[in-house]
């Protein structure tokens, strides 16, 4: 919802002026009780507060051409995407018509199923490209944005997309979708019969961008060391997504093939590579998988991990 984060902190401000508490001791006392948090500031609040509304209600200024977009989308996007929307291993296919039939139904593509340009330009700019989210500028943003509906035959080949023409985008599926007036119901969860969550072991939580849980009932699961258990939980947490699948060319843990030539070359400059980013001819390596949070002995132990799974 539209500036729903700014409008929330302000409800909660003017509520508080108005009874007198901003400056009492009671906002103190509830600080002190709870001993972290503070009220965000509005430039804090700018950062988050960047969603687009399918009428174009908070573009900012800017423009980008379909030609504009086809070199920066294979740049940045067709690596993963593929050079023409159509999908690379796991990842989303974003073009190609009416989609690919899958057991009888469509490819859920940006356009034969997106109701809005507003998502397209929205998750672009917050999330693409994968190794580095949100360093698109809004120019490179509205370029990518429309060399995308040009691949799905929405626009022609010499459109520019701006903010001004923006809410004249109108996508293929929009009449489609409709507000659901079922009423709302309370359903009584069962809680009976539930499987034993001992036998429980999940396998796999993430394939392609979409979170997935695979269970496996009954597995053994193999004894591990303290340093095992680290090396595998920073693996899952921040490796897995593009180790498992090998989004954008990233070695397969397992893939023993894959694996062979990188070994050879040292644990030392694995780690290295793995902690301050590196590109190759079959991929990139975003600096500790894009998630700086880690520090450099967290990266190594997943590097060893990884090594140890591939040998």
Not at 244 to 261: I, L
Not at 284 to 295: F, I
Request: aromatic share 8%; glycine share 10%; charged share 25%.
């Amino acid at each position: 919802m539209y500036n729903s984060v700014k409008k929330y902190f302000k409800v909660l401000a003017l509520a508080a002026a108005a009874q007198g508490l901003l400056t009492s001791t009671a906002v103190f006392a509830d600080e002190a009780k709870y001993g972290f948090g503070r009220i965000a500031t509005e430039e804090e609040i700018a950062g988050w507060d960047i969603d687009i509304r399918p009428d174009g209600l908070g573009l900012p200024p800017g423009s980008g051409s379909v030609a504009d977009g086809e070199g920066l989308y294979e740049a940045k996007c067709a690596s993963c995407h593929g050079l023409f929307g159509e999908g690379e291993g796991r990842w989303p296919v974003l073009a190609g018509g009416k989609g690919t039939l899958t057991h009888d139904r469509p490819e859920k593509t940006v356009g034969s199923y997106w109701p809005y340009a507003s998502t397209l330009w929205d998750y672009t700019r917050r999330a693409m490209p994968f190794t580095a989210p949100q360093s698109l500028t809004a120019d490179e943003t509205y370029a990518i944005t429309a060399y995308v509906l040009y691949l799905n035959e929405i626009v022609d080949e010499d459109f520019v997309l701006t903010k001004e023409n923006f809410s004249t985008i109108k996508m293929p599926n929009e009449p489609n979708f409709f507000e659901d007036d079922r009423p709302d119901v309370n359903n009584t969860a069962c809680m009976k019969d539930c499987k034993d969550p001992d036998s429980i072991k999940v396998t796999s939580t993430i394939k392609g961008v979409t979170p997935l849980e695979h269970l496996e009932e009954d597995a053994e699961i193999a004894p591990t060391t303290p340093a095992d258990n680290h090396g595998k939980a920073i693996y899952n947490k921040s490796c897995a997504v593009c180790h498992d699948h090998g989004v954008a060319g990233a070695p397969t843990t397992g893939d023993k093939a894959m694996w062979e030539d990188r070994i050879v070359t040292g644990m030392e400059t694995l780690v290295e590579r793995a902690i301050t980013g590196y590109t190759g001819e079959e991929g990139v390596m975003p600096p500790k998988g894009g998630n700086m949070s880690l520090s450099d002995e967290d990266v190594a132990a997943a590097v060893h991990y990884m090594v140890e799974q591939s040998q």
